[in-house]
């Protein structure tokens, strides 16, 4: 078998069936096999994937075990050449597998791999390619010399921002939202570390990889990560995770470093995360006194584009739910460009979602079209007539 996928999933029921429907597309013609791992979701995740993708292996878990365990469990069970992790809320190209498969199968060395994952506005993350947060490459980035010279390669190693997005080149971290490894490498270097509960346990597995001999690289195949949707980043239990993570992998890889050095990289994470708390608890208090100062936002916009069936589907679905919307019947044949140069967002800067009928528009083709023209208020969102939803990075209409 050349391939095992895994998936962890917790209560996003929609974006994971969304993710396999892509999946599916991206793994035609290639030998494998998917699990999903579901976390104690209360969604009903488990029983509604096992009966829409009877192909589908699914693993109940009776408890939320974290994203290393839970993927440990699986990883123990493959049968693939390779393993990729993959998270819920991505949305794969149709050739991204292959993509990465021939770069790794030309080359040996390589033990992980990752991709170009793009924000749902189709600028590119600049997770993608990042470097070993060592003390040194951790403080430039916490004081701000990284974002400041991103073309540095001391100062903006954390995201490797020197290196061109349309070429392969060697990283130091692949993202745990794809990361696809030779399962050899589990033989010498060991699983996932689950004292990581969520968050830092691929650098952890990257930095294990480069320590054993292996190359990580960056492949320029795109993903889409809307990133968040299984996590509320702004939420107290984030930021204990979060910096517990670095906490963890700071004291596992450093922790032999004189005091003199390592006292000012704990007192600079310490003070983060304490930032992070008091910022966020100031923000609810300011809520609850209603001085948030925060105005209401304008009605988005949904721009539906695709086959007249499909438009006809999405109009039922926008008339009942209220959308404020229109639609453009094209296909990739007929609209290449798709939406660029046809709409025109809202001078008040209205959010826009761009909705492509996925039958009328490869996902890849989508990928595209929208890291052309990034825009912070023009997103893109998905119809699928398997489905019927609707779905973007922030909803799900049906």
Partial sequence: ?????????????????????????????????????????????????????????????????????????????????????????????????????????????????????????????????????????????????????PRHRRFARYYMSYLPWDKAARIEVVSGAFCLFRHQVIAQIGNLDEDFFMYGEDIDFSYRLLKAGWENWYVPSHILHYKGESTQKSSFRYVHVFYEAMFIFFRKHYGGMSVLLSLPIKTAIFVKASSAFIGMGLYRMRRMLGFSGKRREPEPQYVFMGSKESLEQCRQIAVRRGLNAVYMEGSKAALPAGHLGRISPDKARTTTYVVYDVASYAYEDIFAIFSQQPDKNVRMGFFDNQTNKIITGEEVWT
Wanted: with cysteine; net charge positive; proline share 2%.
């Fill in 1 to 149: 078998m050349k391939l095992s996928v895994v998936i962890v999933s917790y209560n996003v029921k929609d974006y994971l069936e969304q993710c396999l429907q892509a999946l599916c597309r991206a793994l035609q013609g290639i030998d494998a096999e998917v699990f999903v791992v579901d976390n104690h979701s209360k969604d009903g995740s488990a029983a509604y994937i096992q009966e829409r993708f009877r192909q589908v292996k699914v693993i109940s878990c009776n408890h939320n075990l974290g994203f290393a365990r839970a993927n440990n469990i699986a990883i123990r069970q493959c049968a693939g050449e390779y393993v990729l992790l993959l998270n819920p809320d991505t949305v794969v190209g149709e050739h991204t597998l292959r993509d990465v498969i021939s770069v790794m199968d030309g080359r040996q060395q390589i033990g992980a791999a990752g991709v170009c994952m793009l924000h749902a506005d189709g600028s590119k993350a600049m997770e993608s390619r990042r470097g070993i947060p060592s003390p040194m490459t951790a403080f430039y980035k916490m004081c701000g010399l990284c974002a400041r010279y």
